[in-house]
């Protein structure tokens, strides 16, 4: 199972590290994205890190302004978040993917986490 944790209510401009933390699946052997959901919006595809951690792809609305990063001996991924926008609103998932390459589809990713709630007022 998966955990994501870290959300809260931020004001503009603000940061946030989101954490995602897993039970009984060890995300050296993953990769692992996050996404977000906002009332009434798609899920999107917000950062992503292979397997090995070599590579990490972003979506283009948190271009320079996120990272995604991961701790193996700790088994868990990071979304450090920052000049954060009110249109950042949403909730984030984490979630794992089998492949060795980070995919941008929400459909390929197999195990998901229950989400954590990010607020950005302004």
């Known amino acids: 199972q998966l955990q994501a944790s870290g959300g809260g209510l931020v004001q503009a401009g603000g940061s946030l590290r989101l954490s995602c933390s897993a039970s009984?699946?060890?995300?050296?052997?993953?990769?692992v994205g996050w996404f977000r959901q906002g009332p009434g919006k798609e899920r999107e595809f917000v950062a992503g890190?292979?397997?090995?951690?070599?590579?990490?792809k972003y979506g283009d609305p948190v271009k320079g302004r996120f990272t995604i990063s991961k701790d193996n001996a700790k088994n868990t991924v990071y979304l450090q978040m920052n000049s954060l926008k009110p249109e950042d609103t949403a909730v984030y998932y984490c979630?794992?993917?089998?492949?060795?390459?980070?995919?941008?589809?929400?459909?390929?990713?197999?195990?998901w986490g229950q989400g954590t709630q990010v607020t950005v007022s302004s």
């Open positions: 979630a794992t993917d089998t492949l060795t390459f980070v995919r941008v589809v929400a459909s390929n990713y197999d195990s």
């Open positions: 890190i292979s397997w090995s951690g070599g590579s990490t």
């Open positions: 009984g699946r060890t995300f050296s052997r993953y990769t």
